[in-house]
């Protein structure tokens, strides 16, 4: 009996995820999680029944594509600068904090700047992907939880373009004026396609009442406009998440496109899947035995810090620290767009192999932890809060606890 050999391995892969997935689901915990701990199962230093990491990330990458799109349909440009303080001065303080704290920790290990600098830019990300997955999974994205930590997610990707160049500026001793020339012009476009939608009235999109009963037409057209911005954002050396987000903006703000989320919903699931698991692909799972107590006290280091350095940013903006203190769990996971600045790091020698294999280890156990550790800090603040109701019966009366995840 003949098998086809590429056949064996989607079927061995599927099934391998939709194992995992339903021990995370038993387990209450976010469906991302599980395609994390598939990649890290299936992949090259796990069972090796997925080894082709190159096409999968690539495919993993339209799915952050896709995710950005639907989140740009769902927020109102409007809604966004109404929160300017928690999405630019909040982010930028964060981050400037990060690179900070790793100064310090840099100075005493004798690194150099540069190394210093990628790494407390590193830590300064936080994952999108998951963070935004979850809070539609608990039902908070329209809480305003869900509002601000979308202007800082959507801030740290537009940050990333400064960082890569500032990167390149270390790794080369210059700066590409070309490069920065085509970042100023994408930059003035993309103010002047915002300006557009806050202010513009009656937008309409081509072809949009043409495609209203042909479903296939419609689902390539929705393609189009998700790819297309995000490969138009690249050529201006922009991010191809934030041509991807403006996109669904555009789509948002002309009301008569509702069929697009109806067509892509499907594929935002399987690419968004598919991109967990490429994550997981990196990790080696030997590195982590091997190095196990290193990579577990600098993953508890990493959400100690950043849920801190996130709480007293929220808390300078002037909310309380009960929903600081929760709003910092949630940003305080390493992102997907750190694998980025650690892959330029190694090839740049900014970092060696040995760094990066540890980076790759964090970033990953911050990932799998951080519904978790969210819960975890969810259920403090609520003992807190009841004990000192205890104590003080005129205290007030806490605010409604947060949604367990689901699968």
Request: glycine letters at 10%; charged letters at 20%.
């Given at each position: 009996m003949h098998y086809d050999p590429f056949m064996l391995k989607i079927v061995g892969a599927l099934l391998g995820v939709l194992m995992v997935a339903f021990v995370m689901r038993s387990l209450r915990q976010p469906n991302v999680i599980g395609y994390l701990v598939s990649g890290m199962l299936l992949g090259p230093h796990g069972l090796a029944v997925l080894t082709e990491r190159g096409t999968l990330s690539r495919i993993g990458d339209v799915g952050v594509l896709l995710l950005l799109f639907f989140i740009g349909m769902e927020n109102n440009p409007r809604d966004l600068l109404t929160r300017w303080r928690i999405t630019f001065l909040g982010t930028l303080g964060q981050i400037l904090a990060s690179v900070a704290c790793m100064w310090l920790l840099g100075l005493w290990l004798g690194w150099h700047a540069s190394r210093i600098v990628l790494m407390g830019f590193v830590i300064s990300l936080s994952s999108t992907a998951l963070v935004l997955n979850y809070l539609r999974q608990t039902g908070q994205a329209e809480a305003k939880i869900g509002k601000d930590a979308l202007g800082v997610l959507l801030a740290q990707d537009l940050a990333v373009i400064v960082m890569l160049i500032v990167i390149d500026f270390f790794a080369s001793g210059g700066v590409n004026a070309e490069t920065i020339v085509l970042q100023l012009i994408g930059g003035a476009l993309t103010m002047a396609l915002m300006a557009w939608l806050v202010w513009g009235r009656n937008l309409r999109l081509p072809f949009s009442e043409r495609l209203r009963g042909d479903r296939e037409l419609q689902t390539f057209m929705a393609f189009a406009l998700c790819l297309g911005f995000a490969l138009l954002a690249e050529g201006f050396e922009l991010s191809a998440s934030?041509?991807?987000?403006?996109?669904?903006?555009?789509?948002?703000?002309?009301?008569?496109?509702?069929?697009?989320?109806?067509?892509?919903?499907?594929?935002?699931?399987?690419?968004?899947?598919?991109f967990f698991v490429s994550v997981g692909l990196l990790v080696r799972l030997d590195f982590v035995v091997e190095h196990a107590f290193l990579v577990a006290f600098l993953t508890l280091a990493v959400l100690v810090g950043n849920t801190v350095i996130n709480a007293l940013i929220f808390h300078a903006l002037g909310d309380p620290w009960r929903y600081s203190f929760y709003a910092g769990a949630h940003l305080a996971q390493i992102g997907e767009f750190s694998f980025v600045l650690a892959a330029v790091g190694v090839q740049t020698a900014l970092i060696n192999e040995f760094e990066y294999q540890l980076v790759i280890a964090v970033i990953s156990a911050t990932l799998l932890l951080s519904p978790a550790w969210i819960g975890l800090i969810g259920r403090l603040q609520r003992r807190m809060l009841r004990g000192r109701g205890r104590r003080s019966p005129r205290a007030a009366a806490p605010a409604p606890a947060a949604r367990k995840p689901v699968g």
């Open positions: 934030l041509g991807a987000f403006l996109a669904g903006m555009l789509v948002g703000v002309a009301r008569e496109t509702e069929w697009v989320a109806d067509r892509m919903e499907p594929f935002r699931v399987v690419f968004v899947a598919v």
